[in-house]
């Protein structure tokens, strides 16, 4: 069995890349099943440094973060001094793959000739030397030019939908699929004001719910009446796990919309996006791809720090929904494949995102309120505008139905009113 776990990782590694989710929840079941995924075990024993320093362009870069994770999540964190050199101290021995990040940058880790990913070796009270880690400019994904033709945009649908708060909501809706990456796309929903008039056009909401669009239209139909545009997707089953796939689906949502193939009722101009619990690992994402398109926005419920989540995960203080609860070892183990919790770890790069508003309960047992506190936290130190609104009761965000509670409608009014400022 630990053969078996060591090959599965091996042959990730020798891919240089990481293996399918697949494949890495089987060696989290061979693991689980051999015992050795004890986080206390993974704290005991000698620790060691590692030092390096990073670049941009050839040049040292000042304020980016480098980060090594142990194998359950537990994250070592630092930034780069104005000579762009950084120190790790207390990693426990063993090896591991440092990833670095920086506010305008892409995430990287270290690669060899082969395109591998390069590992260090921390030894008990030594300094490991960490390789060149060069970052690069972050560059969104291009699109085709005639968009809504390249994924074959079509309407699928239009209807009145009304819910029961704000009394007398209601809202047109328009249902829309599209083929994008190999995968048809059918969660793409337009709500508009139940008045809209031929030639009217409204401020723009873009939603991305963590699951399926059409479950949570009460919340969109809500924001809907109130005089927006809510443009409105989720994640679809083909994706899988995989957070990247999601956000570029999401990405051609939000362009389609942008450029108008959706609606004139759409107003030019920038978005206020919102997302919660699994969709607030791909907003983030989003908004470094749409940049100045992006006012600013809301996080329900989020995560921002994927290696702290991994470790509550491992430690067993997660409640995780049935559907989820692979979903952190389908990332794989974090100390050799950290890019894909990287990716979904915002409070390293939070610097690249607009005003931001946080929600959380401290209630939720799936995200705890934690990752809250550390994004404010990172948020205020890059000089990010930051609301938040911490409470404790329910563990649902934004449940707009027969169980709404008063918590529930101070939420509702808190979004509008710093929607209404950024608007």
């Known amino acids: 069995m630990a053969v078996a776990a060591g090959l599965i990782l091996g042959l990730g ?9 697949e494949l890495n929840v089987l060696g989290y079941l061979v693991a689980r099943r051999l015992g050795t995924l004890d986080p206390a075990a993974q704290h005991r024993g000698p620790v060691g440094s590692l030092e390096g320093i990073v670049t941009s362009g050839g040049r040292p870069l000042a304020g980016a973060t480098v980060v090594v994770a142990e194998r359950l ?3 070592h ?4 001094d104005a000579a762009g050199r950084f120190r790790l101290d207390g990693i426990p021995v063993g ?28 030894r008990g009270g030594q300094v490991t030397q960490a390789p060149p880690l060069a970052l690069q400019p972050y560059l969104p994904p291009p699109l085709p030019e005639d968009l809504a ?6 309407h699928t649908g239009t209807w009145t939908a009304t819910t029961n708060f704000p009394p007398g909501a209601a809202a047109q809706v328009m249902a829309f699929s599209f083929q994008w990456a190999g995968a048809q796309v059918d969660s793409l929903r337009l709500y508009l004001p139940p008045s809209a008039q031929e030639g009217e056009s409204f401020p723009w909401l873009f939603m991305v719910y963590p699951t399926h669009v059409d479950n949570w239209q009460p919340v969109s139909v809500a924001f809907a009446s109130q005089g927006y545009a809510m443009v409105a997707i989720s994640p679809v089953g083909e994706r899988g796990m995989d957070i990247d796939a999601h956000t570029r689906d999401a990405r051609v949502a939000f362009e389609l919309a942008r450029q108008g193939a959706l609606s ?37 419920g989020g995560i921002s720090n994927a290696f702290s989540l991994a470790a509550d995960f491992y430690a067993g203080r997660l409640e995780m929904p049935p559907q989820y609860e692979l979903a952190v070892p389908a990332l794989g183990p974090p100390n050799v494949y950290p ?85």
């Open 13 to 21: 590694l020798m891919a240089g890349c990481a293996p399918s989710p």
């Open 73 to 75: 999540g537990r994250p």
């Open 77 to 80: 964190a630092a930034q780069t």
């Open 95 to 122: 090896q591991y793959v440092p990833a670095a990040v920086a506010p305008g940058h892409q995430e990287m880790v270290p690669r060899d000739w082969l395109g591998l990913a390069r590992l260090v070796t921390i």
């Open 149 to 154: 033709g390249a994924v074959a945009l079509t």
């Open 264 to 300: 004139r009722h759409i107003l030019s101009g920038q978005a206020i996006f919102l997302g919660g619990s699994f969709s607030s690992a791909i907003v983030p994402r989003l908004l470094r791809d749409v940049g100045e398109h992006a006012a600013a926005w809301v996080s329900v």
């Open 339 to 423: 890019l894909p919790f990287l990716r979904a770890s915002p409070v390293y790069w939070a610097g690249d995102l607009p005003p931001t508003m946080l929600v959380h309960t401290d209630a939720d047992r799936i995200a705890p309120i934690t990752q809250a506190y550390e994004f404010e936290a990172a948020l205020r130190a890059a000089g990010v505008p930051v609301q938040v609104y911490y409470y404790q009761d329910v563990s649902h965000y934004l449940q707009i139905g027969e169980d709404l509670t008063d918590v529930g409608v101070e939420m509702y009014y808190r979004i509008l009113e710093f929607i209404e400022v950024y608007r």
